[in-house]
């Protein structure tokens, strides 16, 4: 089991970076496919990014396909997402999760995840 803690989220501008990172308060992260998902306003939670245990292999969604990029450090815990090219679209709840079912898949429906964070507000500016 882990217990996950977002953080790095804020207010940035449009065209603008931020990194968001994701840590475990209790547990280690390896072993574990780890995935952002995000939920703006009125909206459904949405995938945003996953990368699986081992390989290091990641799938992205459409709207943030080379843009953002995710990436993992076993060894600090740590998962993070690298957010650039920042749009006003994308101002969400970025929550974290992970999954040690078929830790090697990259899934991206929320109920492949059992793990979540309470995840990070960000909002960007035009």
């Known amino acids: 089991q882990v217990w996950l803690v977002e953080s790095g989220g804020g207010l940035g501008q449009a065209g603008g970076s931020l990194r968001l990172s994701c840590t475990t308060s209790r547990g280690t992260i390896s072993g574990y496919r780890m995935a952002w998902f995000r939920q703006a306003p009125g909206k459904a939670r949405e995938f945003v990014s996953a990368?699986?245990?081992?390989?290091?292999?990641?799938v992205h969604s459409d709207s943030v396909q080379g843009r953002f990029s995710i990436s993992r450090d076993n060894a600090k815990n740590t998962v993070y997402l690298q957010m650039n090219g920042l749009t006003p679209e994308d101002t969400a709840v970025y929550s974290c999760a992970a999954s040690v079912r078929a830790s090697n898949t990259l899934p991206k429906t929320t109920t492949s995840y059992e793990y979540w964070g309470q995840g990070t507000q960000v909002t960007v500016s035009a």
């Open positions: 990368i699986t245990s081992s390989t290091g292999s990641t």
